[in-house]
Nanobody, 124 residues
C-alpha cells in the first residue's frame, strides 16, 4: 500500500506562488506516475498535471500550462507542484495521486492511490 500526504497549501494573494509537496510512504513510488488534481468549490475534481516515473515526462491541463511545474525527487519519494502567478480561479483542494497505469492519465479513474488533499486559497 502507498500512503500519500500533501502539504504546502495556504492562503495567498493573486500573483503569488506556492509549492505543494506530495510525500509517499509505505512503499516507493519511483515506478509510479504521479498526478495532481484539484476540486474547486461546487465543482468536480479536475486534472492538473502528471509526471512520469523517470521525471522526464510531464503533462499539464491548459488552465495551468506555463504557470505550474510538476517535478519529483525520487530519492525523497516526493512529488512537487510549483504554482506561480496564482489566480483566484486556482482556489481549490489539491490532491496528489499515484498509478502504475500508462493511459488516460488525465482521468481520476486511472489512479489507485490518493492523498487527503491540501487547501489552496487565492484572494484577489
Amino acid at each position: 500500500q502507498v500512503q500519500l500526504v500533501e502539504s504546502g497549501g495556504g492562503l495567498v494573494q493573486a500573483g503569488d506562488s506556492l509549492r505543494l509537496s506530495c510525500a509517499a510512504s509505505g512503499r516507493t513510488i519511483s515506478t509510479s506516475i504521479v498526478g495532481w488534481f484539484r476540486r474547486a468549490p461546487g465543482k468536480e475534481r479536475e486534472f492538473v498535471a502528471f509526471v512520469t516515473s523517470s521525471g522526464n515526462g510531464t503533462y499539464y491541463a491548459d488552465s495551468v500550462k506555463g504557470r505550474f511545474t510538476i517535478s519529483r525527487d525520487i530519492a525523497k519519494n516526493t512529488v512537487y507542484l510549483q504554482m506561480n502567478s496564482l489566480k483566484p480561479e486556482d482556489t481549490a483542494v489539491y490532491y496528489c495521486a499515484a498509478t502504475g497505469q500508462k493511459f488516460r492519465l488525465n482521468l481520476e479513474s486511472a489512479y489507485a492511490y490518493w492523498g487527503q488533499g491540501t487547501q489552496v486559497t487565492v484572494s484577489s
